[in-house]
């Protein structure tokens, strides 16, 4: 019984070993290796075992690549898988550039990637460019007309500037910023509408593509719409802010005015009081002068004879009230 039970272990043992070591020994794929060409060492597929890379991963992406007529090292695919890289996207991206003739190497493909772009991605947009549709833009020409464009920028990428290399935004901001200066320097809104090409052609010759990480191919004006009439606003607004300037300019003249009219009354009213306080002074005068021998009783009424010729005078000089409403 007991030498059942070992032979049991054994042959489970045996077993296990066979296992393991088939899982340390990948003989499949040593032996496919060699059958693509590819050469590779029975001892790396170990090592990458106990590195903890797939050894499956980089062998078929030497098969890959070998079949694709590249040169790639076992090493360089592993240094770029515990870089944290998707090795068969740049596998696929250096096989897609070569057949399409763009310059690519390994060492900048794996720099794309490692720097958070799809760099099979980029590769199809430089083969097969890419239409980016800006929103509408507003700018005003010179007669004060608001014209609203819509365009369509061609663009591919630019491998060797996916690194470090501005983005979609910036050529969207760029193209914009080219779309306002050109209908803003228009002295009519007309010009724009019938030569709409002469926004691409002053757009393109900035060169509005440097330092990003695409190349424009074509910028095409996909609609011009006409907006406000900014200027007749603007001279509407300025008309009606001069309009409330001169209305409290007049404002405040009415009120100095009626200040200078409050205060000439009070200096008429001053003036009364001086003549009334003066007035009352006379009979007090007259007859101190009496007292004093220097005024006669003669005197007194020459001086009541013209003042009374001199009240007739004055009521003869004033209309009456039957005259007034004659």
Do not use: C
């Not at 066979?18 to 032996?31: C, D, Q, R």
């Not at 050469?39 to 597929?45: C, G």
């Not at 409290?248 to 409050?262: L, P, W």
């Amino acid at each position: 019984m007991d030498s059942g039970i070992s032979l049991i272990l054994i042959i489970v043992g045996g077993v296990v070993a066979f296992f393991l070591l088939l899982y340390l020994l990948p003989v499949n794929l040593w032996f496919t290796a060699q059958l693509s060409n590819v050469k590779i060492s029975l001892l790396n597929l170990v090592l990458m075992r106990l590195r903890k890379v797939p050894p499956s991963l980089v062998t078929n992406a030497m098969i890959t690549s070998t079949k694709a007529g590249l040169r790639i090292t076992s090493n360089e695919i592993e240094t770029h898988y515990l870089a944290g890289g998707n090795v068969n996207k740049v596998i696929k991206a250096l096989i897609s550039a070569d057949k399409a003739n763009i310059p690519l190497d390994f060492k900048l493909a794996t720099a794309i990637d490692l720097a958070g772009r799809d760099v099979f991605d980029a590769v199809q947009l430089s083969v097969n460019p890419q239409v980016i549709n800006t929103p509408p833009v507003a700018a005003v020409a010179k007669d004060g007309i608001q014209l609203i464009a819509k365009a369509r920028v061609t663009v591919r990428a630019n491998i060797n500037q996916l690194v470090g290399g501005a983005g979609e935004e910036t050529i969207l901001a760029r193209v914009g910023e080219g779309i306002v200066t050109t209908i803003g320097s228009s002295v009519n809104h007309k010009e724009v509408l019938e030569n709409p090409d002469r926004i691409s052609k002053t757009v393109l010759s900035k060169g509005l593509d440097s330092g990003t990480a695409f190349e424009i191919l074509s910028i095409d004006i996909a609609d011009i719409d006409i907006g406000e009439n900014v200027g007749a606003k603007l001279q509407t607004d300025q008309a009606e802010a001069d309009l409330k300037v001169a209305n409290a300019r007049a404002e405040e003249r009415r009120a100095m005015a009626v200040a200078n009219e409050q205060e000439m009354r009070a200096k008429a009213q001053e003036a009364k009081a001086k003549v009334i306080e003066a007035e009352s002074q006379v009979p007090m005068a007259m007859a101190e002068a009496f007292r004093n021998g220097n005024l006669g009783i003669m005197d007194y009424y020459k001086m009541q004879n013209i003042q009374a010729d001199t009240d007739m005078r004055s009521s003869i000089s004033k209309p009456s009230a039957g005259d007034k409403k004659g």
